[in-house]
DNA sequence: GCTTCTTGACTTGCATGCAAGTATACAATA
DNA sequence: TATTGTATACTTGCATGCAAGTCAAGAAGC
């Protein structure tokens, strides 16, 4: 009589070789340690990662399914430009996903419950560490919890295909942002902005709320030039 | 003196192994040939596509990714469940995105552009082809019109990562559409729908065009239930 | 000098073999 | 009978070897 259900060893902790060099390179890929427009090698990678061929293709075929990696036939490959066009492409799914799980959020919102609670309490400590962050100019922290606070906003959502693409898109914009790792200048503005957005949401205002995130969102228009004419090896197009 | 660049062999009919079996495989998947839940194996699927495990385990890498396919580890491979949640999960991005690509073509309009003129001749003619495929009952033309004009509109809006993410989102919604194939019993009100879609773009009115996508894209929402007890095998959860 | 051809040093594409994990049937045991 | 152990017939994970495509440099021909 087994009632009781055992649930599998859960063998998180055992990846294949080609998922960890998926991770690897996909991470030094958005990190820049692979540059846009790199050539790239799989016996390279293979040496790098120590390992053979087979997971590395197997890797790199999903990188290049998301346009991380460009594959040539029989020549090699390069990691992918940053293409200006992408970007703008990949920032405007976001945002209409991100406004779309945001409106769905306000609209179940309810202060009674526990989860939204547990939520609304867990953003507002996110907010004091990213003050803090910007109070002590560690970007890096700031971004961190940046990522934190919309990803938890995305959660709330419950739609997992949708976070799914929405980090997928992230990949294109963090690439630029990493460019513009020093600049904190309007890090101050952002993370108002983030308060702003929580008070919103708690006062289940769904205009205000959505008007508050596309505005938000749309920030990450305007550097790009620059970056560009500072970067322009790693630009295509 | 090369001033003329040939352009390239665009070896578009040289497909690698890889590709084809990807493409098969996918393509069995959402025509039910595979069926939801069935097991698969990387030896099977390469006897059936005459080639060897090592194409075939990149292409089933990809579905994975994709959730078209789910990898047991040392046990197999089966097709992934038709799952109510994941259904619905991707018609919501689906609608979302739909809707912030026609807002894009909506308020880009311009009657006077032969862009526009263009696009709105073939989609008027494409509705007719919806009305002929309706009036002699012929599904399977409509559904490939009904997939043609959601295309052209979706295609105004320059955004082919968009594009790319809704035609993926398609994948889950075809698989529910195909198991109600014979049910005609709407498509007049959906191609009503069409008509309207149209006439609201092109008086330019954003948000009576948006009302009706929206409304439109909800019809998915309703078979779900009856096909899930006519089905029972091919759903979890 | 300017083409055209040949060669060879690369690359990826793919087939294959072996190692190792997993489920199942069945014998051994309490 | 119910439980445990074990052999075995699967599966995928990965390393490796070879075939074939691609590019670039230099030889040969004009």
């Given at each position: 009589?087994?009632?009781?259900?055992?649930?599998?060893?859960?063998?998180?902790?055992?990846?294949?070789?080609?998922?960890?060099?998926?991770?690897?390179?996909?991470?030094?890929?958005?990190?820049?340690?692979?540059?846009?427009?790199?050539?790239?090698?799989?016996?390279?990678?293979?040496?790098?990662?120590?390992?053979?061929?087979?997971?590395?293709?197997?890797?790199?075929?999903?990188?290049?399914?998301?346009?991380?990696?460009?594959?040539?036939?029989?020549?090699?490959?390069?990691?992918?430009?940053?293409s200006e066009s992408?970007v703008e492409?990949?920032?405007?799914?976001?945002?209409?996903?991100?406004?779309?799980?945001?409106?769905?959020?306000?609209?179940?919102?309810?202060?009674?419950?526990?989860?939204?609670?547990?939520?609304?309490?867990?953003?507002?400590?996110?907010?004091?560490?990213?003050?803090?962050?910007?109070?002590?100019?560690?970007?890096?922290?700031?971004?961190?919890?940046?990522?934190?606070?919309?990803?938890?906003?995305?959660?709330?959502?419950?739609?997992?295909?949708?976070?799914?693409?929405?980090?997928?898109?992230?990949?294109?914009?963090?690439?630029?942002?990493?460019?513009?790792?020093?600049?904190?200048?309007?890090?101050?503005?952002?993370?108002?902005?983030?308060?702003?957005?929580?008070?919103?949401?708690?006062?289940?205002?769904?205009?205000?709320?959505?008007?508050?995130?596309?505005?938000?969102?749309?920030?990450?228009?305007?550097?790009i030039?620059?970056?560009?004419?500072?970067?322009?090896?790693?630009?295509?197009?």
């Amino acid at each position: 009589m087994n009632e009781i259900k055992i649930s599998p060893p859960l063998h998180e902790g055992k990846k294949t070789l080609a998922e960890q060099a998926y991770e690897s390179i996909r991470e030094a890929i958005l990190t820049l340690h692979l540059e846009p427009g790199q050539d790239i090698y799989e016996s390279e990678l293979a040496n790098m990662l120590n390992m053979s061929r087979t997971p590395i293709r197997e890797a790199v075929r999903l990188l290049a399914m998301e346009d991380l990696i460009e594959i040539l036939p029989q020549r090699g490959m390069k990691v992918t430009h940053i293409s200006e066009s992408k970007v703008e492409e990949t920032r405007f799914v976001r945002e209409v996903l991100e406004i779309g799980a945001l409106r769905k959020v306000v609209e179940h919102w309810d202060e009674d419950k526990p989860v939204y609670q547990v939520l609304h309490r867990e953003l507002q400590l996110n907010l004091e560490t990213q003050w803090q962050a910007q109070a002590e100019e560690d970007f890096a922290a700031f971004l961190r919890a940046d990522e934190v606070f919309h990803r938890q906003l995305l959660h709330a959502s419950g739609n997992m295909t949708l976070i799914s693409i929405v980090t997928k898109m992230r990949y294109h914009l963090n690439r630029v942002r990493m460019l513009t790792l020093n600049e904190l200048k309007n890090t101050e503005e952002l993370i108002r902005e983030h308060g702003e957005l929580l008070a919103a949401i708690q006062s289940g205002d769904t205009a205000a709320a959505t008007d508050i995130l596309t505005q938000h969102l749309r920030r990450l228009k305007v550097d790009i030039d620059a970056v560009k004419q500072q970067y322009p090896s790693y630009f295509s197009g």
